[in-house]
């Protein structure tokens, strides 16, 4: 961990970092826990408006990211973003294409059985993946490779790259898994609880490869794949 720590010092904060960290670690979850908390409580948004408002939710921060990066002059690496990828990194392409392969199978065989499918088909339409017009899948393809990409910049490679230096990787790993799980949103604890195991698990990944070309490319394909699955349903449940 000594040499990613290494690898992670940044040169200073300045204010731009500052304010992606307070809205990442703090305003960002804050919301999201809001609203998992309250969503019982009133009816769920059109799919379109939930899609444009998370659009915006994860669009804005990296601008402000991408525009952080090129005054400052700082380097692509730092963000995991170094080419050429590294063995770490292949490695982990070879792990993501089998894990997406047994996602695959697995969905295969859960659509041959009526009381998974029809689970499957509540999950996808709570989590706004139950799209059932050509347009709604475009806006969500859009979407997944914004956060598929997006998320894994912010929460790992922007997190780590400036909360390492001051706890220590370890503790970056904490402050990134709980802003992303948090942040990701839930209807049940069970939920809540899953979300910050998988980002444990993305953000541990992440520290020991120190490559997020993987990462973004399994986490835009689940979702992808979630969306297909949801435009199949949602055409078939229209039909």
Not at 39 to 66: N, T
Not at 68 to 96: H, K, N, Y
Request: charged share 10%; proline share 4%.
């Amino acid at each position: 961990m000594s040499a990613i720590t290494a690898e992670l010092l940044p040169t200073g904060l300045n204010g731009l970092d500052l304010a992606l960290l307070l809205y990442l670690c703090a305003i960002f979850p804050a919301l999201q826990l809001r609203n998992s908390l309250r969503a019982r409580a009133k009816p769920a948004r059109p799919v379109l408006h939930r899609h444009f408002l998370s659009i915006i939710m994860a669009g804005s921060p990296l601008l402000v990211l991408a525009a952080d990066w090129r005054l400052t002059e700082r380097p692509a690496g730092a963000l995991g973003l170094g080419i050429p990828i590294s063995l770490l990194g292949q490695i982990g392409f070879a792990l993501a294409a089998v894990l997406i392969f047994g996602l695959i199978v697995a969905a295969q065989r859960a659509n041959t059985d009526p009381e998974k499918l029809a689970a499957y088909r509540v999950r996808l339409d709570e989590a706004g993946m139950l799209t059932r017009t050509q347009g709604e899948f475009a806006v969500f393809v859009f979407l997944a490779l914004l956060i598929g990409c997006g998320s894994e910049i912010l929460f790992r490679g922007f997190l780590l790259w400036a909360v390492a230096p001051i706890i220590a990787v370890p503790g970056a790993v904490v402050v990134a898994t709980l802003a992303y799980g948090i942040g990701h949103g839930f209807k049940t604890w069970r939920q809540a609880l899953g979300s910050i195991a998988s980002a444990f698990a993305f953000t541990i990944a992440y520290a020991l490869t120190h490559s997020l070309w993987w990462l973004m490319a399994f986490h835009t394909m689940v979702a992808l794949h979630a969306g297909w699955s949801g435009y199949r349903l949602g055409k078939a449940a229209q039909a």
